[in-house]
Nanobody, 118 residues
Framework: QVQVVESGGGLAQPGGSLRLSCVVS????????TGWYRQAPGKQRELVAY???????NYVDSVKGRFTISRDNAKNTASLQMNSLKPEDTAVYYC????????????WGQGTQVTVAS
């Protein structure tokens, strides 16, 4: 079974920074793509950024230039560096891993709360 665990959320002031981490554990799998999503109260979950195994990235327009996604293939981890945070970034952030192998499929973490407020 593949497990995904996020960490690093918390409270930040507008203009501040937070770094989210995602650890994927299990056996007999390879991560093809890792994505960070977020869901604010009363809103649909949206894709924030993703990164492929070969390092290709993509971001939603609202975070371009502020957020940076990265990954370590050897450690099966991914991170989301969030700078210049805005109150509208407040949401629960989720990591999703698309894997192949014996555990082929998509796996979600439980989410981590990010709150941006003064």
């Amino acid at each position: 079974q593949v497990q995904v665990v996020e960490s690093g959320g918390g409270l930040a002031q507008p203009g501040g920074s937070l770094r989210l981490s995602c650890v994927v554990s299990g056996s007999d799998f390879t991560i093809d793509i890792t994505g960070w999503y977020r869901q604010a109260p009363g809103k649909q979950r949206e894709l924030v950024a993703y990164i492929t195994r070969n390092g290709r990235t993509n971001y939603v327009d609202s975070v371009k230039g502020r957020f940076t996604i990265s990954r370590d293939n050897a450690k099966n981890t991914a991170s989301l560096q969030m700078n210049s945070l805005k109150p509208e970034d407040t949401a629960v952030y989720y990591c999703k891993a698309g894997v192949r192998g014996l555990q082929n499929g998509e796996y979600w973490g439980q989410g981590t709360q990010v709150t941006v407020a003064s």
